[in-house]
Nanobody, 127 residues
Framework: QVQLVESGGGLVQAGGSLRLSCAAS????????MGWFRQAPGKEREFVAA????????DYGDSVQGRFTISRDNAKNTVYLQMDNLKPEDTAVYYC????????????????????WGQGTQVTVSS
């Protein structure tokens, strides 16, 4: 069982930056590939970014490529999402997720591949 708690959301102006954090419970954080998803009102959940167990591989959704950076610190059981050059269309609830993985270099970009989810943190970007 893994519990995930996101933090770092808030209100920011367009062009600004935020860093989201996701703290995981348990001693097996390094066994999980991690991902970030988001969901805006009235829209489907969208893949944002993913990182493999070893941090060797990362993957990004097309809409955030070049602006967002995912990273992880396995010693701190934490995954981060650095969001730069934010746009109003980035406004959403952001969710952290963990996928049990046997492969240290594999990332996952589909929600059903993830076993655990956080409660979400709101990010609002004003124009």
């Amino acid at each position: 069982q893994v519990q995930l708690v996101e933090s770092g959301g808030g209100l920011v102006q367009a062009g600004g930056s935020l860093r989201l954090s996701c703290a995981a419970s348990g001693r097996t954080f390094g066994s999980y590939a991690m991902g970030w998803f988001r969901q805006a009102p009235g829209k489907e959940r969208e893949f944002v970014a993913a990182i493999s167990r070893s941090a060797f591989s990362t993957d990004y959704g097309d809409s955030v490529q070049g602006r967002f950076t995912i990273s992880r610190d396995n010693a701190k059981n934490t995954v981060y999402l650095q969001m730069d050059n934010l746009k109003p269309e980035d406004t959403a609830v952001y969710y952290c997720a963990a996928a049990s993985s046997s492969w240290s270099r594999t990332t996952y970009n589909r929600g059903h591949e993830y076993n655990y989810w956080g409660q979400g943190t709101q990010v609002t970007v004003s124009s």
